[in-house]
C-alpha cells in the first residue's frame, strides 16, 4: 500500500509499503489466528514518486519488523519490534517499543496486532491502512536476527527488492 501525504499517519509512515511474513507466520494469517512464535512480519518502506498518476518506487526509506515470542516480548503483546533507517542493519531505530510501535497496532488485539490480513489469492496479503489500501502480494521472507534485534541479515525475500546484506 501507500501512505501519501493525505495521510496522518505520512510523518511516521508514509511511504509505500510491501509487507513480508515468513513461512512459520504463513497459516495462522490465512485462517485469522494468532500467530506462533518465531514469526516474523516485514515492512520495507519505500520513498515514492507519483508520475502520470503512476506511484513509483523511490529508495528505501526504512524495514520494520514485527516478532513473536510470546514470553520475551509479553508487555508488548507478544512481539518484539524493530526497525532500520534506510533498512541499514547497522541502524536500528527503536529505544522504545511500546511508545514507538506498539500503542499504534494495540487497536488491531483482534488480529493479534497485525494490521495486514490474507486474501484468497495465491500470494496475497491484504493491507488495512489509510485510503483501502490495493492488496499487497508479496510473501516469502527469511531474515535472521542478532539476539536483540540490532542487526539483521535478509537472506531471501521472494518478489523483493532485498538482497543478503
Ligand atoms: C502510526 C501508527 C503506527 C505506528 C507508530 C507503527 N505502526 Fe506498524 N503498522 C501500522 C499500520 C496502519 C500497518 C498496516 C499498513 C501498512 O503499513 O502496510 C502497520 C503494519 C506493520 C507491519 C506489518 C504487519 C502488520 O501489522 O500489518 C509491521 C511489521 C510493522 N507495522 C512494524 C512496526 C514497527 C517496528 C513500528 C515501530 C518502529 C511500527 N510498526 C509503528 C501502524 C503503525
Not at 509505500?16 to 497459516?27: D, L, P, Q
Not at 529508495?59 to 516480548?73: C, D, E, S, W
Not at 522504545?96 to 496486532?113: A, G, I
Amino acid at each position: 500500500m501507500v501512505i501519501d501525504k493525505g495521510s496522518p499517519l505520512f510523518e511516521a509512515m508514509g511511504g509505500m509499503h510491501n509487507v513480508y511474513i515468513n513461512s512459520t507466520g504463513e497459516a495462522a494469517l490465512k485462517k485469522g489466528e494468532q500467530y506462533p512464535d518465531k514469526t516474523v512480519l516485514l515492512i520495507d518502506l519505500h520513498e515514492f514518486t507519483i508520475s502520470d498518476g503512476s506511484y513509483l518506487e523511490g529508495p528505501r526509506k526504512a524495514t520494520a519488523i514485527m516478532l513473536k515470542n510470546k514470553k520475551k516480548y509479553a508487555s508488548t503483546g507478544g512481539w518484539g519490534f524493530q526497525a532500520w533507517a534506510g533498512g541499514d542493519p547497522t541502524k536500528p531505530f527503536v529505544t522504545d517499543p511500546t511508545k514507538q510501535c506498539f500503542e499504534c497496532h494495540q487497536p488491531k488485539k483482534d488480529q493479534d496486532y497485525v494490521y495486514s490480513t490474507y486474501i484468497p489469492d495465491p500470494d496475497g496479503i491484504r493491507q488495512h491502512g489509510a485510503g483501502g489500501a490495493p492488496p499487497c502480494r508479496r510473501r516469502h521472507l527469511r531474515v535472521l536476527f542478532s539476539p536483540h534485534m540490532s542487526s539483521y541479515r535478509s537472506t531471501e525475500i521472494t518478489h523483493g527488492t532485498h538482497r543478503d546484506v
